[in-house]
């Protein structure tokens, strides 16, 4: 149980463009996701929370417009990192918790994290 | 203000020997506090957490870790490292209940030797 998945695992694009980076709960729902970004050798950064139905919530210095997040369903989070440049590159991972809800294998108040994606851009 | 320290940067260990990776924490209160394991190019795994209760919990691959409160520390232990352990440590705080918006230490890299 407590499993996160993240589509794709890695995803090369050309500057400019814009990449959708998919994170499901495949068997448990997630009333709130989680987005990070780790650099190289460093520890994780938030970058905004995302509750099912409502709007995410930035961290502060991460731009809302550029970082575009979705929480459409209890099960399923994406964000859209729009007109990506090179200092975008970098280690994208989601995690997603159920809080307060004990579900099947699944800790309230624990995030489960997915495997991540390598974003590299040219 | 609220920080994780995990004062060791990187680890190196002998395979079979025991390891303990430290952890401290400064928050307004008693958080909840867990431990996430991260192999190279993976997302983090959670290997133990703790919330309230007995103050020493065991965890997943034979690791278990002491909250001090006096302390407040959170130390993992493992009595004898295999070479698979060989990771990159995690230590992270949270609000108890509700929102759970964790604060991460910078980690600790463990090394095994042979």
């Known amino acids: 149980g407590a499993v996160v998945s993240q589509h794709p695992s890695r995803v090369i694009c050309k500057s400019g463009t814009s990449v959708k980076i998919e994170c499901r709960s495949l068997?448990?729902?997630?009333?709130?996701m989680f987005w990070y970004r780790q650099f190289p050798k460093k520890s994780l950064m938030l970058m905004a929370t995302?509750?099912?139905?409502?709007?995410?919530?930035?961290e502060q210095g991460v731009e809302k417009d550029k970082f575009l997040i979705n929480h459409a369903s209890l099960t399923l989070s994406t964000l859209t990192v729009t007109s990506a440049h090179p200092e975008d590159s970098s280690f994208y991972i989601c995690s997603a918790t159920n809080q307060g809800l004990a579900g099947r294998a699944v800790w309230p108040d624990t995030q489960y994290f997915g495997p991540g994606t390598r974003l590299t851009v040219l | 203000a609220q920080s994780v320290t995990q004062p060791d940067i990187h680890i190196t260990v002998s395979e079979g020997a025991s390891l303990e990776l430290r952890c401290n924490y400064s928050y307004g209160a008693t958080p909840y506090l867990f431990w996430y394991v991260q192999s190279p190019g993976q997302g983090l795994q959670l290997l133990l957490k703790?919330?309230?209760?007995?103050?020493l919990v065991q965890g997943i691959k034979g690791f278990e870790a002491e909250f001090k409160r006096s302390q407040s520390s959170f130390n993992l232990r493992k009595p004898s490292v295999h070479w698979s352990d060989a990771a990159e440590y995690f230590c992270?705080?949270?609000?108890?209940?509700?929102?759970?918006?964790?604060?991460f230490g910078a980690g600790t890299r463990l090394a095994v030797h042979p």
């Open positions: 992270a705080v949270g609000p108890k209940g509700g929102y759970n918006k964790l604060i």
């Open positions: 995302s509750n099912e139905g409502s709007k995410a919530t930035y």
């Open positions: 068997d448990f729902q997630a009333t709130t």
């Open positions: 703790y919330f309230s209760g007995d103050t």
